[in-house]
């Protein structure tokens, strides 16, 4: 079973940074892909960022500038920096990790964490 577990969301001004952690109980090299998704209030749960199958980063139209994936696979963790925040940005985020077999992909997600940005 794979565990993982956001940190780092809350309150933040506009214009403001965060930076979000999210700690897996496996050695993340598992994972085929890794990544984050946000959900707001009455939305779809979209991608954010993440790792791509290819070893490469993919982002958002909306975040892109602003925002930053990167690992530390010694500690088996994925983080998302966020600058520039915007209203806009006000969501839950997600963690997201994906095996891939032949004939399957088994997604695993974490609890979310909030993130605000209001004034």
């Known amino acids: 079973q794979v565990q993982l577990v956001e940190s780092g969301g809350g309150l933040v001004q506009p214009g403001g940074s965060l930076r979000l952690s999210c700690a897996a109980s496996?050695?993340?090299?598992?994972?085929?892909?890794m990544g984050w998704y946000r959900q707001a209030p009455g939305n779809q749960r979209d991608l954010v960022a993440a790792?791509?199958?290819?070893?490469?980063?993919t982002y958002a139209d909306s975040v892109k500038g602003r925002f930053t994936i990167s690992k530390d696979n010694a500690k088996n963790t994925v983080y998302l920096q966020m600058n520039s925040l915007k209203p806009q940005d006000t969501a839950v985020y997600y963690c997201?990790?994906?095996?891939?077999?032949?004939?399957?992909?088994?997604?695993?997600w974490g609890k979310g964490t909030q993130v605000t940005v209001s004034s």
């Open positions: 790792f791509t199958s290819r070893g490469t980063t």
């Open positions: 496996r050695s993340i090299k598992d994972f085929t892909t």
């Open positions: 997201n990790a994906q095996i891939w077999s032949t004939d399957s992909a088994e997604p695993f």
